[in-house]
């Protein structure tokens, strides 16, 4: 007799403990449902952000804004230089040698 009640207690205390469980995992699965929707409409929302942004972005709509509100202009040819007339950096050496010779040194 007392056989038989001490294994209803241990199969009730089991079987609590089993639905408490199902409870705990069903909890889960509710919240990671929710979560991988979210994610979803985020993805979405992204989606529709980076249209915009390439719509928004275009050259020629740009070109044409800085035209009517910067009043920018294109550049011309004559605006361009050659490359001769971009200065050079002194070398190491020459630096040394204008040191050694009293010439005080400039950074660049």
Not at 88 to 96: A, D, G
């Given at each position: 007799?007392?056989?038989?009640?001490?294994?209803?207690?241990i199969?009730?205390?089991?079987?609590?403990?089993?639905?408490?469980?199902?409870?705990t995992?069903?909890?889960?699965?509710?919240t990671l449902?929710?979560?991988?929707?979210?994610?979803?409409?985020?993805?979405?929302?992204?989606?529709?952000?980076?249209?915009?942004?390439t719509f928004?972005?275009?050259?020629?709509?740009?070109?044409?804004?800085?035209?009517?509100?910067?009043?920018?202009?294109?550049?011309?040819?004559?605006?361009?230089?050659?490359?001769s007339?971009i200065?050079m950096r002194?070398?190491?050496?020459t630096?040394?040698?204008?040191?050694?010779?009293?010439v005080e040194n400039v950074?660049?």
């Amino acid at each position: 007799m007392r056989f038989v009640l001490l294994s209803c207690l241990i199969v009730a205390v089991l079987g609590s403990g089993l639905y408490f469980a199902k409870l705990t995992v069903d909890e889960q699965y509710r919240t990671l449902k929710q979560i991988e929707l979210e994610i979803k409409s985020q993805t979405e929302h992204n989606y529709v952000l980076q249209a915009e942004w390439t719509f928004l972005t275009r050259p020629e709509r740009l070109l044409r804004l800085s035209h009517s509100l910067l009043g920018m202009n294109s550049i011309t040819p004559e605006r361009i230089l050659p490359i001769s007339s971009i200065p050079m950096r002194r070398s190491v050496t020459t630096s040394i040698l204008n040191a050694d010779a009293g010439v005080e040194n400039v950074a660049y």
